[in-house]
Each structure stands twice: as structure tokens, then as C-alpha cells.
């Protein structure tokens, strides 16, 4: 069964969590004082159409705003686009989120996993594009009734999907009526991502949803916010009926607006992602660990020893990818981890850590 990073709940004593792929420089600290100073206002609903919010986000963007959609997270809002489309047909690369496949628990949709190749390093290729097309020609359903998730940085591989072949897929995905979910949540802290980005792509492509977070971008997974984009707005209307009435926090809202307030954090967050990732990719490839491409806020490796309950019980914990399709451990020989990039000190406790399970090992 698939978990996700940041469970320091089950597993105690953690001193530092490298399983969660969050912004290395912290929430921004007006959200952390507008979290705090909504305490204030608990006797008060939230506001039920994020009116604030929503006029951020747009003047942000560039997006108008009826081609936005907020909710309580990423994961709320992949479940409400599953439950309004309830597609018979989903298309998955492998490896990629899990959570998409959560999302998808209640309706009865067929899966199809378009595995990515290792001698790629999990890279989208023209061979995935050739295989998404021959199995989207194959089903006879149509429109509405079928989905295709990619991630962009792929979670937990962290490359970027090539321009061209994405444009590709995107194209595939109007030809055939067929709804891509592109979840975008962790583009914003990759040093190209406003050139990568399909949110100025949306009239484009009317079956494309950009998905996005604060969690990862700003650091703030206790307090949960995320928006969908498209053009099609009738659509947009049926996932938010999905929603729950108040889903957006008073608190949430808060950090929502004091996080996009702040314009010199994202260009600070993005420099320390690269100089970090750089460190720590350097770091595992001395150590003998296999790193794959990437240019995400976090590191797919591959070790030939077995990593993840050694690292904890020296308190720190990483995220072992053996529940991830596409990413089985070969025992003996290949095993699979995703670390988040954190910062100096962190980064430098992780590899000494790392260090010391090898030697052991010998």
C-alpha cells in the first residue's frame, strides 16, 4: 500500500525528515504570523468563496477568475476532479504520485500504466508518447469518461517533462476527448519552471487541469491549500459541487494571501533549491548511490543496500519507494529512495549519516 513522506507520527524520534519534499527555506514568515494572528477570528466562518483568495491568485497568475479552483490541498481537489468526471479509463506513467490512484478509489476506473524506463532514467520519452497514444485509440470511450495524470516535476523521479513531448501528449488529449490532469505542484521551485509552466497554456488545451499547491511551494503541509486551473469552467463548477461547503480554512486563506504577498521568497527558495539539490546530488554519487536526472526539490536514488530502517533508527527518516509501481526493489542488488532537498546543515547530517550505515555495512 502506498504511504506518503512526513509520517513523524508512526515513526518517533525523528530528528530530521527527509521523506517530505517541502521548500528547504521554511514557510514564509508573514504566513506563519497570519496562521498565528488568525487565531483571533476562531468564533468566525471562513470566508465560503475564498473572495481574497481567489483576487491573489488571479492578479498572480495571470489567470482570470473563473479558471481557478481552490480547495483543502492537492489531495481534495484530485478527488473532487475524479468524483466529477468519474472516468471509466485512467492513464498513469510508472513510476509517478501515488495519490492519484487514491483519488480514484471510489469510482471504477481501469487503470493503465505506461512504464517509464531506467536506462531513460524515468524520463517521459517519445516511446511513452507512442504507447499513451496506441492505448487512448484502443478504448472506445470517449471525452468526459477518461483521464490522464502526469506530474511535472515527476514525483518521486523529479525531471521535467520535455516541452515538446508534452505539447504532444496535450494534443493526443484534445484529438480524443480525454482530460489531462497535470499536477504542477512542484514547478514553482524549479529554476525554469515559469518557461515549463502550462498555466498561460490553458485556452489551448480546454481538457488540461494544472494542478497546484502551497504545501510543497510554501512550505506549509499543516495548513492545507491547493487550486486546479482550466478554461472549461462548466467543469471546474462540477468538481467544485465535489467540495465540501467551507473547505478553504480561515487560517488557510490567511497564509494563502500573506504567502503570495511576499515577492522576494520564491526567487530565494529557487536559488536555494539548486544550490542544495547540487550538494546533495554530489553528496549520494560519492556515497556509490545511483542518482536520476532532475531538477526538483527532491532526489530519486538507488542504493545496493537496504537504507531506510538503518537511517531511522539514527533519526532521520527518507522515503522508501518499494510501494511505488515502477519502482520495485530488486533485494540483494537495487533499492529505491526519494530524499527532499533541505538545507546546509541538514543535507550534511543526512550524507555523515549515510556514511556511517556503508561503513557498517562492510
Known sequence: MMTHGGDI????????D??????PLGPPEGAVSAVRESAARIQCYPDPKCRALYEALSGSLGVPRGNILVGNGASALLRAAAQAVRPAHVYLPAPTYGGYETALRQTDAQIHRLCLREEDEFALTDAFVREFEGAAAQASQRNS???????????PVGSCIDEGLLLRILGICEERGIYCILDECYMELTQDGAQRSMTG?????????????????YAMPGVRLGYMLGADKSLLERIALQLEEWSV???????????LGDAQYLPRARKACAAERAFLAEGLAGRGMKVYDGTANFILFASGEPLFEKLRARGILIRDCAGIPGLTPVKGSKYYYRVGVRGRSENEALLEALEEVLLSAE
Open 9 to 16: 507520527y508512526t515513526n518517533s524520534g525523528i530528528q530530521y
Open 249 to 259: 480554512s480561515l487560517p488557510s486563506q490567511e497564509a494563502g494571501l500573506a504567502a
Open 201 to 217: 497554456r490553458l485556452r489551448e488545451y480546454p481538457h488540461l487541469l494544472v494542478l497546484r499547491a502551497f504545501t510543497k511551494t
Open 145 to 155: 469518461d477518461r483521464i490522464l495524470f502526469l506530474c511535472n516535476p515527476n514525483n
Open 18 to 23: 527527509f521523506s517530505v519534499s517541502l521548500n
